[in-house]
């Protein structure tokens, strides 16, 4: 429901805070200049007497003096029939010059005040910083959801770009958004005196002397009170002795009698006009140059946040999957239940959906909260399912325990549960365990383990579609959807080939992008490849096979080629046509990203751990280290002389500084090593640069990976450093095949 109201909100109220805050970042700048202009005047000890004095004698007409929060001083006056205002000296009372407001600032804050509309459009105005306000409370709570937890909130980001940006602008503009937004509401109610702004006393005007006169200069009410404290004074009428001057200063307001110089009916301010004063100065940032920086980035954020969060509710509209050949719930014999907080779920239900048609089901997939009483003709049940934040139900779950209770239909119905996660989360897959649970204690039977798929990984939901398709008994064809659905076509430029000799043949292959030939217009009309980065994935798709092969990159686009490191898996369709290429041979691929398996933006250490053909993106990362990172590689093979990957590359990278050091393992020699025989050998060094903030990044086969986190969970814990935490702070990250 937080969520929904967040959208609807923010989608059908943006115009109106778009307005407010574009006119308010402006007007931001204002403070800002005028601070910047007086900082190269020298410090001012003149008393409000000695100011006012000076500027009289400039202008004899002068009726008021003004020093803004900034400090800048302006004297108005009129002579000659004509009225003026002039700039002043606050260290002398000189004039500076004709001072001329700003109609740029007059009309940005007319819009930002009253939209041009009067008290009608001060009351929308006030109205705009509600809805600011409401939606940083909203999306306060939908990013604690989503980090999980207040401790997590600056953690790392995961998610599409939009998202990302959304949510890190969100974090950097949320407490000066707010902060206008308060202080905004503040001021229109004070506006229309449903709170107190103190400006509903007035000062009786006091008996003066009425005799000739003095000096300005010797006035006591004005020598006593420095030009720093001044906030108006306004002269009497020329020629009348029963006037006075009217001070206001920082603390108080009066009369000075002209006469005699005595402060008169002095009343300190209220603690109303402190209260407003201060809020004003909070809205405004007027006398505080950095907190006018600070509400000015905030208020650009809004713009930034409108249109990323449109984009993300446009792609999620988009996402929204109409399934084809979807059965009704009381004919079908296969149901599909998802949930999802941003619809990445179904793009994986679909594949299921199609693939349980394919093989001759009736199937039908629905929203978890659309879950029916009763499924007459179900012979089998499928639950996909993400979790939310702190392992919440997502949007379309969250009342489908509720319905799981109250189902009366038959409980013998099978069923298989598949959870979708981020392992960075120490609540991986919660809800998924939860529904699990629940339909345990209902006395549900799970026809095959709950399993979970980490960060949407492809290749982790075609091996539960493979594990499905041997407990039913059939071919099963899933094919997940892609992110990235452009194809390029790449030529074989050249392959380096290892591992016959200890039956694991593997090649690195290189490609470009297939162009025609050397003609100028060939060369003018030249593709380019697209943005990729190391540890990036390559989609291939095999002659006679639909389903997708994914690679792990060891290029990325600066270096002007594409790099994969393939096995040659006995009886891996794919695997055996790469296998089969020629330099000069062409392949169809797609680039999909990765952003889970990324280096952090740092210059701490990284142990680099792979083996086998999970060597790829982690080279890519070394290749690319022109900063000289520390980095540590350790590498598993079969035989130094057999399958140890870029050994020649490691050595060129390791005497430029772009490789710290290589620790590689053999199975197949005498001393029979395995990469985690290797972490123990530097366990105390491991645990040292884990505690100076290393980052780990491990790339390989499901074995070896949990066999590494094993080791270094043993190696770490010794040491008071938990591997969960590593993981959560995205400094242990993982490819796993």
């Known amino acids: 429901m937080n969520s929904f109201i967040h959208k609807v909100t923010g989608l059908f109220l943006m115009p109106l805070v778009l307005v407010i805050a574009i006119s308010g970042a402006a007007l931001s700048i204002f403070p800002i200049l005028e601070e910047a202009s007086q900082t190269t005047r020298a410090a001012t000890t003149l ?8 500027v009289k004698q400039d202008h004899p007409g002068t009726s008021q003096i003004v020093r803004h929060a900034s400090g800048q001083i302006v004297a108005y006056y009129y002579e000659n029939g004509k009225s003026g205002s002039e700039l002043v000296d606050p260290a002398s009372g000189a004039s500076l010059g004709a001072y001329k407001p700003s109609q740029t600032r007059i009309w940005l804050t007319d819009l930002h005040r009253s939209l041009f509309l009067g008290d009608g459009g001060r009351m929308t105005a006030g109205l705009g910083a509600a809805v600011m306000l409401f939606i ?62 103190g400006s509903g006393s007035q000062m009786a005007f006091p008996k003066v002397n009425g005799g000739t006169p003095a000096p300005i200069v010797s006035l006591e009410g004005l020598r006593d009170v420095p030009v720093t404290q001044l906030r108006e004074l306004t002269f009497p009428y020329d020629g009348d002795a029963r006037d006075a001057f009217t001070l206001t200063t920082a603390k108080g307001s009066g009369y000075v009698d002209q006469a005699t110089g005595a402060l008169l009916a002095y009343s300190p301010n209220s603690s109303a006009e402190q209260i407003y004063e201060f809020i004003y100065m909070l809205h405004t940032g007027d006398g505080l140059a950095p907190l006018a920086l600070l509400l000015g980035f905030a208020s650009l954020g809004v713009p930034v946040m409108g249109v990323s969060g449109a984009f993300i509710w446009w792609k999620k509209k988009q996402s929204k999957l109409n399934i084809a050949n979807n059965a009704k719930p009381n004919d079908a014999d296969a149901i599909i239940l998802v949930g999802s907080e941003g619809n990445s ?14 093989a001759g089901r009736r199937v039908h997939t629905a929203k978890m909260n659309d879950m029916v009483r009763d499924y007459p003709e179900a012979q089998y049940l499928y639950i996909l399912t993400s979790t939310y934040g702190e392992g919440q139900a997502p949007a379309s779950a969250n009342c489908f325990l509720d319905k799981l209770d109250a189902y009366e239909g038959d409980k013998a119905l099978p069923v298989a549960i598949l959870g979708f996660g981020d392992k960075q989360f120490s609540q991986f897959c919660q809800f998924a365990s939860e529904v699990s649970n629940r339909f345990a204690f209902n006395g549900w039977r799970q026809f095959m383990p709950m399993a979970t798929v980490n960060r949407q990984s492809v290749q982790e939901f075609a091996r539960w579609g493979e594990a499905l398709a041997h407990y039913l008994g059939t071919n099963l064809e899933l094919e997940p959807v892609q992110v ?23 090649s690195v292959f290189r490609f470009e992008v297939a162009n025609g030939g050397n003609s100028w217009v060939s060369r003018l009309l030249r593709k380019k490849l697209p943005a990729f980065e190391p540890g990036d994935l390559l989609s291939i798709t095999p002659d006679g096979d639909c389903v997708p092969r994914y690679y792990s990159l060891a290029s990325g686009r600066k270096n002007g080629f594409v790099e994969i490191c393939v096995r040659n898996v006995p009886g891996g369709l794919c695997s055996g046509q790469l296998h089969g290429l020629k330099p000069g041979d062409q392949i169809e691929a797609a680039f999909q990203a990765n952003p889970g398996f990324r280096l952090e933006a740092s210059k701490t ?10 060597i790829a993106p982690l080279v890519g990362f070394i290749r690319n280290n022109r900063r000289k990172r520390p980095m540590r590689l350790y590498f598993g093979a079969r035989h130094p002389q057999s399958d140890f990957l870029y050994r020649k590359e490691l050595g060129a990278w390791h005497k430029v500084g772009f490789l710290h050091s290589v620790k590689a393992a053999f199975s197949r020699t005498h001393q029979r090593l395995y990469v985690q025989d290797r972490l123990r050998q530097d366990a105390a060094e491991l645990a040292l640069l884990v505690r100076d903030g290393a980052q780990i990044m491990v790339c390989g086969g499901r074995g070896m990976a949990e066999g590494i986190e094993a080791t270094l969970t043993d190696i770490l814990k010794s040491n008071g450093v938990d591997l969960s935490d590593l993981r959560k702070e995205g400094r242990y990250v993982e490819d796993v095949f």
């Open 47 to 54: 008393s409000v007497a000695e100011l006012a004095d000076t």
């Open 136 to 197: 940083c409370g909203t999306g306060l709570i939908m990013l604690k959801r989503r980090m999980g937890g207040w401790k997590l909130l600056f953690g790392p980001i995961r998610g599409s770009m939009s998202q990302r940006l959304h949510l890190e602008v969100a974090r950097l503009a949320i407490i000066g958004l707010s902060l206008s937004a308060v202080t905004g509401l503040y001021m229109t109610a004070a506006t229309f005196g449903f709170a107190p702004d």
């Open 345 to 358: 779920t179904w793009g994986f239900a679909r594949s299921l959906h199609d693939g349980l048609t394919k």
């Open 484 to 506: 990235d659905v452009k194809r390029h076509t790449l030529r074989l430029v050249s392959r380096s080939d290892y591992g016959r000799e200890v039956q694991a043949p593997t």
């Open 605 to 614: 250490p990284v142990i680099l751990i792979g083996a086998g053909a999970g």
